[in-house]
């Protein structure tokens, strides 16, 4: 089980900036420049406020050029920095320790902060960020728009009870890193990325995404629109597990679950990152501003 953060959005724009800051001062000296909290903001309360939320072992650079089309739309755009994530050491193994927990708190604690820089606030995240949006999504009304993008409700296109079990199981187990791609290694890109992920890390991601998938099937998703996106040749989720969340979704609601399947990419899970070779974003950031509709 996971204890559910407690919401608590800003009053107002001045309120916000103060959450915004306290974010930031986490960067310390050990986070790339690059990879840093960032906000974007046109120096006052605009209709729409956006949060992106990257994917594990990643970092705000993740959407270093989409987020610029985001705010050319004239929404105030934050995209928080998870917490041991972005460090110039792209080896270290701060990951290990980093819970299911945190991670929703981190993302609580972004749209409290968006609820101040936005009349209406939209939430858009890549991997655990899609994770981290569909619990979004199902949980909080204040969020008009969730995009969960490539959400990791099951790994390895695995069904969703062989990946459940093999989340208890790696929990159990001691920590272990591996490489995202073992002929790479280091040299993968993208270069502000780890290289390789933490077993337990990767874990706790799971334990988001079975909240997420008992919740659907009980209650209706609280925000007031999804939009789910997943890459047809996605090699590293079950896009089937996925859409029958999105199925969930529509069971107990008529109104406002959307589901887009992106079938001219190549076989890649990062499908954001400019600095992935393998993502199409003349493809993808179109699909992803539509399914905003600022």
């Known amino acids: 089980m996971i204890a559910a953060p407690v919401a608590d959005p800003a009053a107002s724009y001045d309120d916000a900036l103060a959450r ?3 974010i930031v001062a986490r960067d310390d000296d050990r986070v790339l420049p690059a990879a840093r909290t960032a906000l974007m903001t046109h120096g006052d309360r605009r209709p729409w406020s956006v ?18 089309m985001v705010y050319e739309r004239g929404a105030n755009v934050l995209v928080p920095r998870l917490r041991d994530h972005g460090y110039a050491d792209r080896m270290t193994s701060a990951l290990a320790t980093i819970t ?23 939430v858009l ?24 993008i490539a959400p990791d409700f099951a790994v390895l296109q695995l069904p969703y009870g062989v990946s459940k079990s093999l989340g208890g199981l790696m929990r159990a187990l001691p920590n272990m890193f591996l490489w995202w791609d073992p002929r790479a290694r ?12 933490s077993t337990r890390a990767l874990m706790q991601t799971l334990r988001i995404a079975d909240a997420v998938y008992a919740a659907a ?8 629109r ?4 997943v890459n047809r040749a996605d090699p590293a989720v079950n896009n089937e597990v996925t859409l029958d969340v999105v ?11 959307e589901a887009v399947e992106l079938r001219s990419l190549p076989e890649n899970h990062d499908i954001i990152d400019p600095d992935n070779p393998h993502a199409r974003t003349e493809i993808v950031y179109p699909a992803l501003l539509d399914a905003l509709a600022l």
């Not at 995240?125 to 204040?142: M, P, V």
């Not at 199925?247 to 679950?257: A, F, K, S, Y």
Request: hydrophobic share 45%.
């Open 20 to 22: 915004v800051g306290a």
């Open 100 to 122: 299911a927990e945190q991670m929703l708190a981190a993302a609580y604690e972004a749209v409290d902060a968006a609820c101040g820089l936005g009349e209406r606030v939209a």
């Open 226 to 229: 999804i939009v789910t996106i």
């Open 51 to 68: 949060v992106l939320l990257h994917g594990l072992t990643n970092n705000p650079a993740q959407f270093a050029a989409f987020a610029p």
């Open 125 to 148: 995240g890549i991997s655990l960020g899609g994770l981290q949006s569909a619990y979004l999504a199902q949980f909080r009304a204040d969020v008009a728009v969730s995009v969960p």
């Open 186 to 197: 280091e040299e993968q890109r993208p270069r502000t990325a780890y290289p390789r992920f």
């Open 247 to 257: 199925t969930e979704w529509r069971g107990l609601r008529r109104d406002g679950i």
């Open 217 to 224: 099937k009980r209650e209706p998703a609280r925000a007031q």
